[in-house]
């Protein structure tokens, strides 16, 4: 079983973390998503993004299927230690569950030159479809949790949507859309950048990580209870632990 699993929910907003686009916004926006990327195979990483009006940064989408049940993908993001080794610029976490809150995790994301390193705390919630069994964790900023921190610029405003849907042959598709504010000055060029390399990259890592012993058939009942719901979260026969 995962040590410190007790994030395994709050942790998922890391993953397009520097990604650019709020979901009202998005939610609103009359304009179409443009492929960036498309799959040779299923196991590849599509990629989407598209204008927002009076903003010089695009939104993103990315999405991928992966070979690996439900339960597999949570253990993965809620190993939290190990965010640096393969979400997209991502070099440190913290989180206090006895001060904080269980559901808030605080995101150290090393910055691309000529950017300074930026941070962003945030609060997490979840809601599972009834029809589909696809989990939802909508993540945003708390940062009145912590005062702004010396060395770093802090992420004013963050919105994101992380969907994990388990498919009927075992395999999991995830699809994520975000919102994030970076703060201080970001050439638009640089931030069109993350915002395409950052799904690409992120959700190709991730996927090689499932692949690990530690994350295989881990006792999801084992974990704490985190956000509102997660005590009643549901699996397809497919998605279950076998033991």
Known sequence: ??????????????????????????????????????????????????????????????????????????????????????????????FHPEEWGPDIIRIVIEGIWPVSDRDVVTRSSLKQDDNNLAVTIRTRAANDILEEQPGFVRIPALDNTFVMKPLEDGWTRITFTT??????????????????????????DMSARMELDRYQDPNLEDMPILLPGTEDLRFPEAHRNPS
Request: proline content about 8%; overall charge negative; glycine content about 4%.
């Open 1 to 94: 079983m995962l040590s410190r699993t007790s994030t395994a929910l709050s942790a998922l907003l890391a993953l397009p973390l520097l990604a650019l686009l709020s979901l009202p916004a998005l939610a609103d926006s009359d304009e179409p998503w443009r492929q960036m990327r498309t799959a040779d195979e299923r196991i590849d990483v599509e990629t989407w993004r598209r204008p927002v009006e009076d903003n010089s940064i695009d939104a993103f989408r990315g999405r991928v299927e992966v070979p690996h049940s439900l339960p597999v993908v949570l253990a993965v993001l809620g190993d939290i230690d190990n965010f640096p080794e393969w979400v997209f610029q991502c070099d440190d976490t913290e």
């Open 179 to 204: 919102f994030v504010d970076p703060g201080g000055r970001i050439p638009a060029w640089l931030a069109n950048f993350v915002a395409t390399r950052a799904p690409l990259t992120t959700l190709r």
